[in-house]
């Protein structure tokens, strides 16, 4: 970071950067800022459960986050002047700047950093990082709750699509975003910005963007990426909340974000917290749908996807390339023929998902399963996802049975302890231990637990059928015929899931029966909506297939496979 | 579920097939060894928490490629995004160890521009009474690429633990000193994570006030 930064707030921002990461820029904190602002900005209004922040804390972070990337600029200009009054102009004018989300006004602050009349410091890496933006958010998803608010995605597209555009304009974006940015530009635009939840469309959820969802779904309530950095961020909105609502507050907080290092305050924070958790163990077991996913590798899986899509689809534009007249324009229908397959095919198996499979058995679906992946002629075995899909079917079974004669028994907090040490090491072992006596909580922790896992598998099963279909198959079988398959595949899959989800939903309400609503609605709710985003995983992760298949085509129409 | 940790470090498993990448890494997480294990297809993924001074938790996510050459392009897309590896033979199979150089000279070019902290691994060195590559050797060949050199087991659980700990430090060590920096866009290293975000941005709210007083 260059010295002309140095401005009231830069000047902080340094120092806390260089402590935790150095290699940290002043872009990328503009990156983080605006994508919080998406994020909380959906969050504020729509939130059902009230434990997540303050509303004052949300808009504090819009308007941080719309107002960061200006005070460069006015920087430059005021350089290192201690004048109260001149930073008071230069938050005035953030929040003059705040017309947020949606509104195409939003897209100049965001631009801001790219105005070359704007002599933003360091120019090292540019928006280069917008790629990995979305990776990292993918990753960082790993660690937080799944309260995925649907919104949040359409928002995230349309955040995408204005930041594609930047990056697309600006060079040297690393290797894999190159090839991502064209996809997700196109993607961004074909998006419905009020569409439906699970709807995926066709090319909704090629490259970044499905990670990006998908991981701002997940991320949801927690915002934001790796821990002390994020903590950090919310911590100088918060203070700009501060100042905003409290106009006698503005000069001190300038002196003070001089003299004390928020990321120290943070590690106190961080320390507290850690204590706290060691002694409520229980409470911050609560399902953590996200964090449970991550843990059965569903993230990592879905990342090896993507990485898979995305070099396939490079493929198939530079074999494109590589063509001319006729050839090319055979191709051409073949791969829209492909493709058409996934759009079309995908719609009609949402409308289907309300008749079938609602009472399916776990042994049915893995039969299905297991033909299914047969005649998709590759060697993929369905073992790791029926095993989980049959743990899932078998605890509420088994509990089914018991719960209803001792719906009301509470079990003491020292057994619940002690089951919650057991699952971390064999869900399986514990859960036949404890047959019948679950409270409300174990029932949705578990099922948040086994609907986690159930989509981890799901994802890994997919990515496991694309890997095969690059490079394991014996037998070839026509591209067209494979994504007729692979859209069966999903369909049960998601069909599958969804109804555990209604099967863990229902089993939640007998439980919980005697409970007063405000304590069994927040639980029922979010139970149906991570049932929601677990199809979504799914079906997104079904679109990364597309350019595999298109990939496999050419390999074997083309012969001479593009490398 | 342990949530909390300094810092995580994924970690690329790589080497000739049916040298026991899977099963070393296994041994590793699940404590458990495998008598048959299935050719592994494309990647898989692991992943274990590792204590490397009280208190100072590391997450390990483990990238476990496949050994065979039809998957090597696959496996190849992921050398970028690892900070530290184990480069695996096996003791009892020379080709294995022949090997190496290439599987060095892939990463190379591959893991451009970051670098990844490697480690030669021996593996089955319960079998010492068929070994084809001496110690000496293979300590010669990791010396020659600047790595560490260690023996292990995945059946006899032999140095399995301390062929990922000392890894794991030496990687520590480089982030520690800064030689190694998180970077946005880049999975190799990432920092720690709070679970309630939400509370500690309270907590912060609070300690605001309190220092403005």
């Given at each position: 970071?260059?010295?002309d930064?140095?401005?009231?707030?830069?000047?902080t921002?340094?120092?806390?950067?260089?402590?935790?990461?150095s290699?940290?820029s002043?872009?990328?904190?503009?990156?983080?800022?605006?994508?919080?602002a998406t994020?909380s900005?959906?969050?504020?209004?729509?939130?059902?459960?009230?434990?997540?922040?303050?509303?004052?804390a949300?808009?504090?972070a819009?308007?941080?986050?719309?107002g960061h990337p200006?005070?460069p600029?006015?920087?430059?200009?005021?350089?290192?002047?201690?004048?109260?009054?001149?930073?008071?102009?230069?938050l005035?004018?953030?929040?003059?700047?705040?017309?947020?989300?949606?509104?195409?006004?939003?897209?100049?602050?965001?631009?801001?950093?790219?105005?070359?009349?704007?002599?933003?410091?360091?120019?090292?890496?540019?928006?280069?990082?917008?790629?990995?933006?979305g990776?990292?958010?993918?990753s960082?998803?790993?660690?937080?709750?799944g309260?995925?608010?649907?919104?949040?995605?359409?928002?995230?597209?349309a955040?995408l699509r204005?930041?594609?555009?930047?990056?697309?304009?600006?060079?040297?974006?690393?290797?894999?975003?190159k090839?991502?940015v064209?996809?997700?530009?196109?993607v961004?635009?074909?998006?419905?910005?009020t569409?439906?939840p699970?709807?995926?469309?066709?090319?909704?959820?090629?490259?970044?963007l499905?990670a990006?969802?998908?991981?701002?779904?997940?991320?949801?309530?927690s915002?934001l990426?790796?821990?002390?950095?994020?903590?950090?961020?919310?911590?100088?909105k918060?203070?700009?909340?501060?100042?905003?609502?409290?106009?006698?507050?503005?000069?001190?907080?300038?002196?003070?974000?001089?003299?004390?290092?928020?990321?120290?305050?943070?590690?106190?924070?961080?320390?507290?917290e850690k204590?706290?958790?060691?002694q409520?163990?229980?409470?911050?077991?609560?399902?953590?749908?996200?964090?449970?996913f991550?843990?059965?590798?569903?993230?990592?899986?879905?990342?090896?996807l993507?990485?898979?899509?995305?070099?396939s689809?490079?493929k198939?534009q530079?074999?494109?390339v590589?063509?001319?007249g006729?050839?090319?324009?055979l191709?051409?229908?073949?791969l829209?023929?492909?493709?058409?397959?996934?759009?079309?095919?995908?719609?009609?198996s949402?409308?289907?998902?309300e008749?079938?499979?609602?009472?399916?058995?776990?042994?049915e679906f893995?039969?299905m399963l297991?033909?299914?992946?047969?005649e998709?002629?590759?060697?993929a075995?369905?073992?790791?996802?029926?095993?989980?899909?049959?743990?899932?079917?078998d605890?509420?079974?088994?509990?089914?049975?018991?719960?209803?004669?001792?719906?009301?028994?509470?079990?003491?907090e020292e057994?619940?302890?002690?089951?919650?040490?057991?699952k971390?090491?064999d869900?399986?072992?514990?859960k036949?231990e404890e047959?019948?006596?679950?409270?409300?909580?174990?029932?949705?922790m578990?099922?948040?637990?086994?609907?986690?896992?159930?989509?981890?598998?799901?994802?890994?099963?997919?990515?496991?059928v694309?890997?095969?279909?690059?490079?394991?198959?014996?037998?070839?079988?026509?591209?067209?015929?494979?994504?007729?398959?692979?859209?069966?595949?999903?369909?049960?899959?998601?069909?599958?899931?969804?109804?555990?989800?209604?099967?863990?939903t229902?089993?939640?309400?007998t439980?919980g029966?005697?409970?007063?609503?405000?304590?069994?609605?927040?639980?029922?709710?979010?139970?149906?909506?991570?049932?929601?985003n677990?199809?979504t995983?799914?079906?997104?992760?079904?679109?990364l297939?597309?350019?595999?298949?298109?990939?496999?085509?050419?390999?074997?129409?083309?012969?001479?496979?593009?490398? | 579920?342990?949530?909390i940790?300094?810092?995580?470090f994924?970690?690329?498993?790589?080497?000739?097939?049916?040298?026991?990448?899977s099963?070393?890494?296994?041994?590793?997480?699940?404590?458990?060894?495998a008598q048959?294990?299935?050719?592994?297809?494309?990647?898989?993924?692991?992943?274990?928490?590792?204590?490397?001074e009280?208190?100072?938790?590391?997450?390990?996510?483990?990238?476990d490629?496949?050994?065979?050459?039809?998957?090597?392009?696959?496996?190849?897309a992921?050398?970028?995004?690892?900070?530290?590896?184990?480069?695996?033979?096996?003791?009892?199979?020379?080709?294995?160890?022949q090997?190496?150089?290439e599987w060095?000279e892939?990463?190379?070019?591959?893991?451009?521009?970051y670098?990844?902290?490697?480690?030669?691994v021996?593996?089955?060195?319960?079998l010492?009474?068929?070994?084809?590559?001496?110690?000496?050797?293979?300590?010669?060949?990791?010396?020659?690429?600047?790595?560490?050199y260690?023996?292990?087991?995945?059946?006899?659980?032999?140095?399995?633990?301390k062929a990922?700990?000392d890894?794991?430090?030496?990687?520590?060590?480089?982030?520690?000193?800064?030689?190694?920096?998180?970077?946005?866009?880049w999975?190799?290293?990432?920092?720690?994570?709070?679970?309630?975000?939400?509370?500690?941005?309270?907590?912060?709210?609070?300690?605001?006030?309190?220092?403005?007083?």
């Amino acid at each position: 970071m260059s010295d002309d930064a140095s401005d009231t707030i830069a000047t902080t921002d340094r120092e806390e950067i260089t402590k935790i990461s150095s290699s940290d820029s002043l872009p990328e904190d503009a990156e983080v800022h605006s994508d919080s602002a998406t994020v909380s900005n959906q969050l504020a209004p729509g939130e059902p459960r009230g434990d997540v922040r303050e509303d004052a804390a949300d808009q504090g972070a819009e308007t941080a986050a719309a107002g960061h990337p200006q005070q460069p600029k006015d920087a430059g200009t005021t350089e290192t002047s201690l004048n109260g009054e001149v930073t008071e102009d230069t938050l005035a004018e953030c929040v003059d700047s705040v017309s947020l989300e949606g509104e195409p006004g939003s897209e100049i602050p965001l631009k801001e950093p790219n105005d070359p009349a704007v002599d933003s410091p360091p120019q090292g890496r540019g928006w280069a990082g917008w790629g990995s933006w979305g990776k990292s958010l993918l990753s960082s998803a790993s660690a937080t709750v799944g309260h995925g608010l649907t919104a949040v995605k359409e928002k995230a597209g349309a955040t995408l699509r204005i930041h594609s555009v930047n990056s697309g304009s600006s060079e040297g974006a690393q290797p894999e975003t190159k090839n991502g940015v064209p996809a997700v530009a196109d993607v961004a635009a074909d998006q419905d910005p009020t569409g439906s939840p699970p709807a995926s469309p066709a090319s909704g959820s090629r490259g970044m963007l499905s990670a990006l969802t998908n991981a701002v779904q997940s991320t949801g309530k927690s915002v934001l990426t790796g821990g002390l950095d994020a903590l950090e961020f919310i911590g100088k909105k918060t203070m700009n909340v501060l100042a905003e609502s409290d106009p006698g507050f503005k000069r001190t907080k300038t002196l003070m974000e001089r003299t004390v290092s928020l990321s120290q305050m943070l590690r106190e924070a961080k320390e507290k917290e850690k204590q706290r958790l060691a002694q409520q163990l229980t409470v911050e077991r609560t399902a953590h749908y996200g964090m449970l996913f991550d843990e059965y590798q569903g993230l990592s899986h879905l990342e090896a996807l993507e990485i898979l899509s995305n070099e396939s689809e490079s493929k198939v534009q530079s074999f494109l390339v590589s063509l001319d007249g006729e050839k090319l324009e055979l191709l051409k229908n073949d791969l829209i023929s492909i493709k058409d397959i996934f759009a079309a095919k995908e719609l009609e198996s949402e409308e289907n998902q309300e008749q079938q499979g609602l009472e399916e058995k776990g042994e049915e679906f893995a039969s299905m399963l297991t033909e299914l992946l047969f005649e998709l002629h590759v060697a993929a075995t369905p073992d790791k996802l029926n095993k989980a899909m049959k743990k899932a079917h078998d605890w509420v079974e088994e509990d089914q049975t018991t719960v209803s004669v001792d719906v009301t028994k509470e079990s003491e907090e020292e057994t619940k302890k002690e089951e919650k040490e057991e699952k971390a090491e064999d869900p399986q072992e514990s859960k036949k231990e404890e047959k019948g006596t679950k409270t409300v909580e174990e029932v949705y922790m578990l099922s948040i637990e086994s609907l986690a896992e159930v989509t981890a598998r799901c994802i890994e099963q997919l990515h496991k059928v694309a890997e095969l279909i690059l490079h394991g198959q014996e037998e070839e079988k026509p591209a067209q015929d494979q994504a007729k398959v692979l859209i069966k595949l999903t369909t049960a899959m998601c069909n599958e899931v969804a109804s555990l989800s209604k099967k863990f939903t229902k089993f939640l309400t007998t439980v919980g029966s005697k409970k007063k609503a405000e304590v069994l609605n927040p639980m029922i709710n979010s139970m149906l909506l991570e049932g929601c985003n677990s199809t979504t995983y799914i079906q997104d992760a079904f679109q990364l297939l597309l350019p595999v298949l298109q990939v496999s085509h050419i390999q074997t129409n083309c012969q001479t496979p593009a490398s | 579920m342990e949530a909390i940790w300094l810092y995580q470090f994924r970690l690329i498993v790589i080497g000739d097939s049916t040298v026991g990448k899977s099963c070393l890494i296994r041994r590793f997480t699940e404590g458990r060894f495998a008598q048959v294990s299935d050719p592994t297809v494309g990647v898989d993924f692991f992943s274990r928490l590792v204590e490397i001074e009280p208190g100072k938790r590391i997450k390990l996510q483990i990238w476990d490629t496949a050994g065979q050459e039809r998957f090597r392009s696959i496996t190849r897309a992921y050398y970028r995004n690892s900070v530290g590896g184990l480069l695996l033979f096996d003791i009892t199979n020379r080709r294995s160890f022949q090997n190496v150089h290439e599987w060095l000279e892939e990463t190379k070019v591959h893991v451009q521009p970051y670098q990844i902290v490697f480690v030669l691994v021996g593996h089955k060195c319960d079998l010492d009474t068929q070994r084809q590559v001496t110690r000496h050797e293979a300590e010669k060949l990791a010396a020659a690429y600047g790595m560490k050199y260690i023996e292990t087991s995945a059946r006899d659980a032999i140095n399995v633990e301390k062929a990922f700990t000392d890894l794991t430090r030496d990687i520590y060590e480089l982030v520690k000193r800064g030689e190694i920096t998180i970077q946005e866009g880049w999975e190799g290293v990432k920092s720690g994570f709070v679970p309630n975000v939400v509370h500690s941005s309270e907590e912060v709210v609070k300690s605001e006030r309190r220092c403005l007083c």
